[in-house]
Nanobody, 120 residues
Framework: QVQVVQSGGGLVQAGGSLTLSCAAPLRSFSTLGWFRQVPDTDLMDRKLLARITLTNDGTYYRDSVKGRFTISRDSAKDTVYLQMNSLKPEDTAVYYC????????????WGQGTQVTVSS
């Protein structure tokens, strides 16, 4: 059973920063992505925010978070981070990390989700 464990999140004022963590057996996967989901939507509506290719550290960012969010990893800790700066109220959502074995397509395992709330 693969465990993907998230930590971080919480309440922050607009303009503030938060760091999310996602711990998983990174050597078992090719890709880790950070997603967010707003209320009354389902899994298929999760928006990919940032992604790291674990084989070469290549990264991808959604336009809306470029320059504000940074994805990075600590291989020794089997952990990937999402540093979020200049947060806006519209960043409020439940954030999930997901991992996949393949280089495209669906993600195989998900973290438990963590709430991020940005107050104006």
């Amino acid at each position: 059973q693969v465990q993907v464990v998230q930590s971080g999140g919480g309440l922050v004022q607009a303009g503030g920063s938060l760091t999310l963590s996602c711990a998983a057996p990174l050597r078992s996967f090719s890709t880790l992505g950070w997603f967010r989901q707003v209320p009354d939507t389902d899994l298929m509506d999760r928006k990919l925010l940032a992604r790291i290719t674990l084989t070469n550290d290549g990264t991808y960012y959604r336009d809306s978070v470029k320059g504000r969010f940074t994805i990075s990893r600590d291989s020794a800790k089997d952990t990937v981070y999402l540093q979020m700066n200049s947060l806006k109220p519209e960043d409020t959502a439940v954030y999930y990390c997901g991992v996949r074995v393949g280089t495209s397509g669906f993600y195989d395992y998900w973290g438990q989700g963590t709430q991020v709330t940005v107050s104006s």
